[in-house]
């Protein structure tokens, strides 16, 4: 189990207290889709994360994770019938983690409140990064590994 501090408590519509959280692992090639949060944000300013955010009350996350998406990114995806490929789970927060390897238009930036850049960045350049979460990296090298194999 993994574990994020710092996140803000939202109550979940399964009543856990718990805010719920998807996220999509964009891969293009050997490159992963990052976007760096804001310093001026008030829950883990100045890091990469993944694109994606909070599941809405009634929302299946699977399509939560779309919305998300089209709404960060401009980028249309099929809502996932498989497993995610992780998930972090914390007191505040359970997050679950897809991969998308397919979409529809080219990614960009608009929600510029919450991310001030997004950049593709292959696996020797995701070692410098600052990222939101400490099991990150193990994640990215496994799929990328996947990817190659």
Known sequence: MSTWTGLASEASSDGSGKARIVTGLLCDGDRILLC????LRRVLPDVWDLPGGHVEPGEPPRVALARELREELGV????PSGPPVHEVHADTFSMRIWLVEAWTGYPANLAPEEHDAIGWF????LGALPLAHASYPALFRRVLAERRA
């Open 36 to 39: 760096h949060r804001s310093p």
């Open 76 to 79: 249309d995806v099929a809502v």
């Open 122 to 125: 292959t696996e020797d350049a």
